[in-house]
């Protein structure tokens, strides 16, 4: 096992390997979920030392954050584990709304705490930024909620950059969260060199590319769940994908890895990324991801894999 890490500065301690929860209980985002296999990946997860949890209220409206607050009354290890949790998203005549005012952030880390049976969130972000709210006083706001003791660290999702650097104008912002990985690198543009220039810790959503970075997908895969609208999945894309993948297929071979273990440690040598929360359906998939805590990847291997990506 692999030393806790500090998410930037912010003071928090983590496994390296995180757990994205828009799975449990993400009733919304996908279909055929269970809430009792949703507790089992959690239960999965703090049982083999991931002690990072990322959660958002828009995962089934509340219901991954009830769930994870479930599993952690039963097991008694709140204060072992490293709560990560998003709001901007508001139900108004069934329909939803992104609100970043102060107002509607105080009421949705209230309804967090509820739903996750506690009286702290370790880390809290602004899930997507809305068109109205200034974002330095909506980061005002989180900051008085940091001193009240309501939330431990201030994070921001989907922002732009112009977003981020109205966000971040009294330094405030200690992570970033956007999408990132081999196959999408926009954020290497902008947002990894300014998170770097700026000690803001970087945590990439979508790190195996909703599970084709995995290998477990062939030109015949029928893919009929989500994925199919994702052009990541889709033509002559796809089929070049699958072969970069191969690729990587190769060197995963020659360490004995998974193919998923050797993107999330590739991701891992980054300075300004000190965690990543890749997802799961299946408890099997943490065990399996928490296995890229072996992998250690040569400085030929880290350039090889860049430069399969680049092509
Ligand atoms: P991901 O991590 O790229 O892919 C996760 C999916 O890949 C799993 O649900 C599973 O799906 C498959 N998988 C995972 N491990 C596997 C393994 N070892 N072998 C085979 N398949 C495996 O995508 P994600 O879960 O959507 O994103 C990660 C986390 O980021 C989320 O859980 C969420 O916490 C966060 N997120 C944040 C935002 C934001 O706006 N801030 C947006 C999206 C996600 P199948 O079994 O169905 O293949």
Do not use: C
Not at 93 to 106: A, E, T
Not at 183 to 191: P, S, V, Y
Not at 194 to 205: C, L, R
Not at 245 to 266: C, G, M
Request: hydrophobic share 40%.
């Amino acid at each position: 096992m692999r030393n806790l890490e500090e998410i930037g500065r912010t003071g928090l301690m983590v496994n390296p390997i995180g757990l994205g929860s828009n799975a449990v209980g993400g009733h919304n985002l996908f279909q055929n979920l269970n809430d009792e296999t949703g507790k089992k990946i959690v239960r999965a997860a703090i049982q083999n030392g991931i002690n990072f949890l990322d959660s958002a209220f828009i995962y089934g409206m509340g219901r991954s954050e009830e769930l994870i607050g479930e599993v952690l009354k039963e097991s008694k290890t709140r204060q072992d584990i490293i709560i990560a949790t998003k709001g901007a998203h508001r139900i108004e005549d069934g329909k939803v709304i992104v609100d970043n005012s102060p107002k509607f952030l105080r009421e949705t880390v209230e309804n967090s705490l509820r739903r996750l049976q506690t009286d702290y969130i370790d880390l809290f972000y602004i899930h997507y930024p809305d068109e109205g709210t200034p974002k330095d006083e909506a980061i005002g706001t989180l900051s008085r909620l940091k001193e009240e003791g309501k939330i431990r660290a201030i994070g921001v999702s989907n922002f732009t950059m112009d977003q981020l650097t109205e966000a971040n104008k009294d330094g405030n912002v200690e992570v970033i969260q956007a999408g990132y990985n081999l196959f999408k690198r926009e954020a290497e543009n902008e947002l990894i060199p300014y998170s770097a220039q700026h000690q803001i810790s970087f945590i990439p959503y979508f790190p195996l590319a909703s599970g084709l970075l995995t290998g477990k997908f062939s030109k015949d895969t029928m893919i009929e769940d989500g994925r199919s609208n994702n052009p990541l999945f889709q033509g002559e894309a796809f089929l070049q994908n699958l072969e970069k993948i191969e690729l990587l297929r190769t060197i995963a071979n020659d360490k004995q890895a998974d193919i998923s273990s050797i993107v999330l440690a590739w991701y891992l040598t980054q300075a300004t990324i000190d965690t990543v929360i890749p997802g799961a359906k299946k408890p099997e998939q943490v065990l399996l991801n928490i296995k890229t805590l072996e992998i250690e990847l040569t400085t030929e291997e880290i350039q090889e894999i860049d430069r399969i990506f680049m092509a």
